[in-house]
């Protein structure tokens, strides 16, 4: 069974959105082994400057480099990133399931985004749409989105 992480940045406070990502770790649960990382987002001042925004994004590179398991795909999801379909994802993750990699881990930052150095790392960037969402509603749309790559591999009527 692929081992599958979600390692994000900022913690989520909403009720709805804890909720909607619950049922979507519990659908997981049967496909893979799901970890699901929250790091917590650096304080930054009201109006910070671009130094300050570096050295946050570093420090939680840093925090994310700690947590990334041994011998792991890294795909980070970045505004750079290239958009795929649920058929293109569902066509990554068998790939990924029969590499050599030991460990899937998908990265979701902060309100700041990664630190370049990090998404540097990853061998996939990931954009799921070039319109901007909050961060915790992106994290709900990726756990639909690894569940149907799950779907789709099975061959369920799921993706219609």
Known sequence: MLSVYL????????????????????RLSAYC?????????????????????DQALAREAAAIRAKLPPSAVLAALCVEGRMRSSEELAQLVGTWEQSSAK???FLIGGSYGLHPSIK?????????????????????????????????????????
């Open 33 to 53: 082994r799901l970890t699901l990382v929250e790091l917590p987002e650096e304080k930054l001042p009201q109006a910070p400057s671009q130094g300050q925004i």
């Open 7 to 26: 390692i994000c940045v900022g913690k989520l406070k909403e009720k709805f959105y804890q909720e909607a990502c619950a049922e979507y770790v519990k």
């Open 120 to 160: 540097a790392e990853a061998q996939v960037k990931l954009s799921m749409s070039p319109m901007t969402f909050p961060h915790h509603l992106a994290r709900v749309m990726l756990l639909e989105q690894i569940y149907r790559a799950f779907k789709i591999r099975e061959g369920s009527s799921y993706h219609k």
């Open 103 to 105: 460990h899937l881990v």
